[in-house]
C-alpha cells in the first residue's frame, strides 16, 4: 500500500513506503555502508559531523541502490528484452552489477568524459553481460543515446535518476542513516547530479521525520536544479563544466524536480577547486579516497553551508571510483582555489641573467616557478614566456604582484575566468 501525497507532502510519483520496500528488497544485495563520525569536518564546523561512506559499496557509490530496485522488479518477459542506460559511470556500474546477479543482458552508454578506471570498472562489474558504448561529451548525450536504443530495440530503459524506482532505491539510504545514528539528524548534506538520491531521501525523510534540515550540494559548473527550481521547470543548461563527473548533469529530472521543488530543500553551489581542496583533504588526513562527486557534500559543508555547536550532521561521500590519473589536475585546480598558484606572461629581455634577475628579485623566498614556457620569439631584444608560480602563502600574492610591478620587465596576469585557463587547467 503506497502513502498518500497528504502523508508523504511531496509529489505521488515517489513515496516513503515505495523506498522501505526498496529497504527490504535491497537488503539481499546492497551493503549497509558505515556510518562514521569524522573529527575533522567536526572540528572544523563545531558540530557532530559523520559521513555516510556509501564509496564502500560493492561497486564503490551508492548507484547500485537504484539500479538494483528497478531491475529485480522487472518480469521475466522484460528481463528476456535486455536493459540499457546511460551513466557518467557510477549508475553503469550498479547496472552492470545488476545485470551480472540476474544473467542479463545489457548495454551502457557513456559519455566521453566518464574517466577510464570507471570504464574498467563497468566491464569488469558486467562479468561479460554488457557492453559498453562511449559517445557525447556529457552524461546528457549519452542518455538520448540510451533512449534511442531502448525506443529502436525494445530493451528497458534504467534511467540514473529519473524513474521511481530508481528515487525509491536511492533514497535507502536515508533509512540506514536514521538506523545507525539512532535519531535523526539535524542536517543532512546530499550531493545533486539529476537528482535521485536528493529525491528518494527528502521523499522519506519529510514523511518520517520532517524536522531534519537538509541541503543539496551541486557542483557550480553543472547546477541544474537550481537552475529548474528558479525557471520554475527543468531546462537544459547552455554550457557545463564536467569536471565532477558524477554529478554533470545539464537538465534535471522530470520526475526528480517536483519532488525537490515541493521539499523545502537548500541548494548550494560548489565551486570545483574547492572540491578539489576537500578530495585532498579527504584523502590526506581522512584516508578516504573520493571521487569529485564523492566530496561534494563535505566540500560544501565547509564553504558553504552554517551549522551550529554541537548539532548531529550527515554528510555523504557518494562514490570513490576516481583515476589516480586525474590527482595532477586536482590537485592543481586545488592551488588555484585557494589563492596559491597563479599564471603570467613575463616579456623578458634576451639578455644573461634575466631569468636570475626575475627569480632573484621578483620571487618571494617561499615561492616557486611550477611551469616556464616560451610563448615564441619575437625580436631579438624580448621573449615572452607562460610563467606559473605557486606561493607558499595565497597572502604573499600581493607583495609578489608589487615586485613585478617594480621589475623592468613587463608582466601580464591570466585572470582565472579568461578563456585560456583552459588551457593550463
Known sequence: MHATPEETGLSASVTAHDVEAAFVRLRQLVRESPLQRSDRLSKATGANVWVKREDLQPVRSYKLRGAYNLISQ??????ERGVV????GNHAQGFAYACASFGMTGRVYVPRTTPRQKRERIAALGAGCVEIIVGGEAYDDAATAAHADAAQTGAIEVPA????DT???QGTMAVEIIEQLGHEPDVLVIPVGGGGMLSGCVTWMRARHPHTRIVG???AGAACMAAAIQAGQPLDLDDIETFVDGAAVRRAGDVTYPIVRDADVELVAVDEGRICTEMLDLYQVDGIIAEPAGALSSAALLDQVHVEPGQD???VISGGNNDVSRYAEIVERSLINEGRKHYFLVNFPQEPGALRRFVQDVLGPDDD???FEY???SNRETGPALVGIELGRKEDLGGLLERMEESSMVVERIPADSPAYRFLV
Request: glycine share 4%; aromatic share 4%.
Open 85 to 88: 542506460c546511460a551513466s557518467a
Open 313 to 315: 550532521v550527515v554528510v
Open 369 to 371: 616557478i611550477a611551469l
Open 161 to 164: 535518476f529519473d524513474h521511481p
Open 375 to 377: 610563448v615564441k620569439r
Open 167 to 169: 528515487i525509491a532505491g
Open 217 to 219: 550540494a551541486e557542483p
Open 74 to 79: 522487472l518480469t521475466r518477459a522484460e528481463r
